[in-house]
Each structure stands twice: as C-alpha cells, then as structure tokens.
C-alpha cells in the first residue's frame, strides 16, 4: 500500500525522501518500513523540532496535554498529589474526597498499606452522569500540575470510586490526590472500608508529601514583647514531633515544641491527633520588625516556612512641655511619658543638663489628656 505523506512546511518530496534516508539512523533499530515511517511522521508533525533539534523521532511527534512530551510525569494518565498544588497534603478548598485506593507493603510507611484519596472537585447545581459533572460545569481546568509538565494532570479525571461521600449523587474531576499512611476513613469519617488496591503506584511520591507543616494563627504585640501562636504538623508518622522555630529580622529568638492542644486542628487532620499547638512570647525591640516562623520534622530534619509578616512596636514617646529657671541653680521642667512597653505602668525621665544627667523621675502624674489622646494608655504618664 502506498502511503503519500505532505510535510508542514514545504519540503519537496525529494527533501523528504532524503531526510528520511539520513535521520531514520536516530530510531531504533527495528525495520527499516518501521524507522522510515516514524521519521516521516516525524518530518510530517514536526520538521523543525526533528531536523534541526537531538531528539528521537517519537519525541518529535509524541505530546500531551497541548505540548509536553509524552514521557512527562503529566502524560502518565494519574493525578498530581495536592500538597504540590497547594501545599498542604489535604483536599482543597471547593472539593470533597470522593474515594480511595491503596498500595500494599509500601516503603513509605513502613511496610503498611499506604493510601490514595481522590478529592474531586464540587458540580454545585450542575448536572452530570455516571456520578459525575464536567470540569467546564464545575469551574475546573484541565492540565498539567501548576502548569508544568513535570507535575501530574490536575483537573483532568472524570472518575470517582465512590467509597467517600455517597450522600453527593454528582462531582468533578479529580483536582489532586491526599496520599497518606492512615486509613481514609479516619482522615475522613465518610468513606468506607471497601478497598481498591493499585501497587502500579508504590513510587509515587513527593518532597512536600514528607515536610512538616502548618499555620501561624496569631501575632500580636504587648508592649516590646511579640506573641506568636499557630501549629505545626511533622510530615511523618502520626507518632513524630514538630517545633515551631521563630525568627526576628532572620535571627531566632525561639523554639517551642508544637504539642499544645488544638483540637480545631485535629478536626481537619484526625490522624495527627490534637496536641499540635504551639506559643511564645519573646522580646524584639522598638520599630518594624520582620517575624518568621518555621516547622521542624524532630524525626527526619526537614523544615518549612509557615509564614512570615511584618509587626510593628511602638517606641516611647512624650513631650518636654516647660523648662523655667527658679534661681540658685534649679530648672523645673514639665512635660509627660508613655512607653507601650510597660503597657499602663509609668514610664522613667531621663533629664541631662548640657549633656550630663542631672536627674530621672518617673512619669506619673495625672494627665488625663494624654488618656484621652492616646485611647487605654491611662493618665498617670506626667512628670515634674
């Protein structure tokens, strides 16, 4: 059978025939119709990218996904896990898990079962069929991870086991995978017992699947001192320790152990238990600084930065009001003081005469209007 084949570009028949007798040394060593073929298929596809580009034929014409090469980790056929898409090794927000399967004797969790969860996306009042909507009806594009062709597909999928939220009759395609060594139905108390099993999935794996991490919930500044507190999760087994290191301008001033109780925490992660809390106080300081606070895995040495902001303390601030001259020597002098760092206590006035102290007096006095100027400072804050 004769196959007549028109290269892109303009090739004349007597190029192609040429290239093909030339380049057809690059494909594998099969058959010579075998090799001639794929290298016009390749001259046919992608002229460019074979002739002037290393490469194999297969590459030249093999893509997915728009334009990764079809050795991608996004042309594999699964989904990416979603602590790569977001972070966190948990389902995102807007999408619920929808099943589950599992790898047996996994080296990643010690010789156990380890565990796959779909989170597939919501269909809101969309409608759909076979349990499930298009990703265009639940606002969920289809591609590569992050738009990378080495992450996995995202988006992609339109498929649900079904062990995990039955009382939802419809749902998108799976957004990303939870993978974890705790059984789904404790993570989340919806899914059933029933097992799939897929072992073609024992090396999946990622970075962010083994580092801890967390949140910082609150900074608040009292006086000099800052307070920080949030949690903090050790990407290992349940059983594994987390501290929470806390930095100010890059230099740590703490480290605490993340076991405080949090029960809101275990709430969306019940298989790492509630003491996964922590809290300090330290000092930093007048003026804007820079707080950081990161997670160690006690058990395996991997860290992560859970957040970093900018807090602002106040310094001491008041007002020289009068300075008069009483004879034989003596200057009265007036005014108020009010440092935040004693939050509501008297302030100490340092007063130099030419440069050299002459006296300290506490700022104590009643002034209420500095109170009124200064909401909760109080109105002891004058000095003579």
């Keep these: 059978m004769a196959l007549t084949m028109r290269p892109k570009g303009g090739l004349s028949k007597g190029a192609l025939d040429k290239s093909v007798s030339l380049l057809s040394r690059r494909v594998n060593r099969r058959s010579f119709m075998g090799r001639g073929a794929m290298v016009a298929s390749a001259l046919v596809a992608a002229p460019a990218t074979f002739a002037l580009r290393p490469g194999t034929a297969y590459a030249a014409v093999c893509r997915c996904n728009g334009s990764c090469p079809c050795g991608s980790l996004c042309c594999d056929g699964y989904t990416e896990m979603c602590c790569t898409l977001t972070g966190n090794n948990r389902c995102p927000d807007g999408t619920v898990v929808a099943g589950w399967w599992k790898v047996d004797g996994s080296q990643f969790c010690g010789g156990q079962a380890r565990f796959y969860m779909d989170c597939n996306a919501q269909c809101g009042g969309c409608g759909g069929s076979g349990g499930t909507c298009a990703g265009a009806c639940s606002g969920t594009p289809c591609g590569c991870g992050n738009g990378q062709c ?4 995202a988006g992609c999928t339109r498929f649900r086991y079904g062990q995990c ?3 939802i009759p419809l ?8 993978i974890t060594c705790t059984p789904p139905w404790i993570v989340d108390p919806s899914c059933g017992t029933s097992s799939r099993t897929d072992n073609n999935t024992a090396g999946h794996d990622r970075p962010c699947l083994h580092e801890p991490f967390g949140g910082l919930d609150r900074v608040v500044v009292e ?21 929470a290191v806390l930095s100010v301008d890059l230099a740590d001033v703490a480290r605490v152990a993340s076991n405080g109780d ?7 992660y019940p298989n790492t238990g509630a003491a996964r809390g922590f809290g300090a106080r330290f ?17 395996s040495g991997l860290q992560k930065f859970l957040a970093v902001t900018n807090v602002d303390i106040p310094a001491p601030t008041g007002l020289l009001e009068g300075a008069n001259a009483l004879g034989n020597g003596t200057i009265r002098v007036t005014g108020w003081a009010y440092d935040t760092a004693l939050v ?7 007063v130099t005469v030419d ?15 500095i109170d009124a100027a200064l909401p909760g400072a109080g109105p002891l804050h004058g000095f003579t």
Excluded: F, M
């Excluded at 749902?171 to 939870?178: Q, S």
């Excluded at 006086?223 to 320790?241: E, K, L």
């Excluded at 949090?262 to 969306?268: C, K, L």
């Design 150 to 153: 080495n992450n996995r597909k």
């Design 165 to 167: 939220h039955q009382e």
């Design 171 to 178: 749902l998108g395609p799976i957004v990303c995978r939870v």
């Design 223 to 243: 006086g000099a001192d800052i307070i920080a507190s949030g949690w903090a999760i050790p990407g290992g087994p349940p059983s594994a320790t987390c501290d």
């Design 262 to 268: 949090r029960p809101d925490v275990a709430a969306i």
């Design 283 to 299: 000092s930093a300081g007048y003026g804007r600084r820079l707080v950081c606070v990161r997670a160690i895995d006690n058990s």
């Design 344 to 350: 509501q206590g008297p302030a100490t006035v340092l």
């Design 355 to 369: 440069g050299v102290e002459s006296v300290r007096v506490v700022a104590n006095l009643d002034r209420p209007d």
